[in-house]
């Protein structure tokens, strides 16, 4: 008993990364993602978070590792690996990709607010306050802390998906039994279910975490437990987000364009109370997006450059690191109070730069944990090789799928079926 205590409370002790990381790919975006899915095409695409759900911890694990065994993040590792040239490329992407998706983020603070009746020029500039304090301010063990508070509200989701009282038989059967079609809208859905839960940032941010941790191999077991944990935590929360939409909205025919949406639309439906806890989530998942896709790019950039980095660092100790944050946490709320905007090309946009980055960063990250010269006795397996390529190959494919029915077919005018 003494035993498992000890295991229990190293456990707590390592903690953090993967079930962070994991529930933040669930931000305002893929709230968005999931609520249409459920919205426009029912339980059918359930089964698919299977599958993203394995990719997601085998991705998630490499860089977890690659960290607790190297102590450096994943863009230290490009540049040391592959050049200032290709890093210099990757960083301007991610940079363009994060900056879109914070925009985002603070847009569907906005969006929820609103639905609690507070306006977006007093709700957005107070939350962006709120995000930069909690990170600049604080020391890395009361951000983590609240980061995990931030990840347990999510259930609100499995709430509000109960109180709706969907068929739970039909739920189960679509989710073992695979369905697909060709219309160019159902393909889109699908990719942007995989490409918002499997994300670029998210493999940067996982492995910068571990390192600003200061995770070791000798700990890197539970945190191992930790990133699988968060994978299955994070699509159990989607399953919940499609249930609570498919078993109310597409029942009717309502069909919506985001997640504030799905909110207002339930209220007719399931009555005010799914409303508020479908719109607190979604508040919850922006706030906890605005705080962690800014500090992706903090971390990414400062590691690329060689700059200090932490988040128990001051503006003294890393003037880039805290600048970095401050600039794009600003920015991110300064453009969604810009009147008329057009937020749905921003999000797709982001979406558009992150498919096409994704295969670039996985390939990279995977190539990198396989190393003996980096990894030793900690590289990647037989099996492992075969499961990361295989998620790598299927990344490309749904990359290629994705400008294909988003970017080239429409540009010649071919519709595929919707």
Known sequence: MKRWNRRLLAFLAIMGPGIITANADNDATGIAAYSIVGAHYGYSLLWALVLVTISLAVTQEIGARTGAVSGKGLAALIRENYGLRITFLAMIALLVANQATTISEFAGVAASLELFHVPRL?????????????????NYKNVERIFLVFSALYVAYVITAIVVHPPW???????????????SDYILAFVAMVGTTITP????????????????????????IDVLVGSVVTDVIAFFIIVATAATLFVNGVEINDASDAAQALAPLAGPLAQYLFGAGLLNASVLGACIVPLTTAYALTEAFGWEAGVNTSFRDAPWFNGIYTLVVGLGAVVVLLPNLPLVPVIQSANIVNGVLLPVVLILAARLADSPAIMGRYRNGPVLRIIVWLTVVATILLTAL?????????????????
Do not use: C, M
């Not at 038989?169 to 219309?183: K, M, N, Y």
């Not at 994705?402 to 919707?418: D, M």
């Open 169 to 183: 038989i039909e739920v189960l059967h679509q989710t073992v039994v695979p369905s697909f079609s060709l219309d």
């Open 201 to 224: 940032w998210g493999q940067f941010f996982i492995q910068a975490y571990v390192v600003d941790k200061g995770v070791t191999p000798t700990e890197y077991p539970y945190t191992r």
């Open 402 to 418: 994705l400008l294909l029915t988003s970017v080239v077919l429409p540009a010649v005018g071919i519709n595929l079926g919707s």
């Open 122 to 138: 007093f709700g957005v500039p107070a939350v962006a306050v709120l995000v930069w304090y909690v990170v600049i301010r604080g």
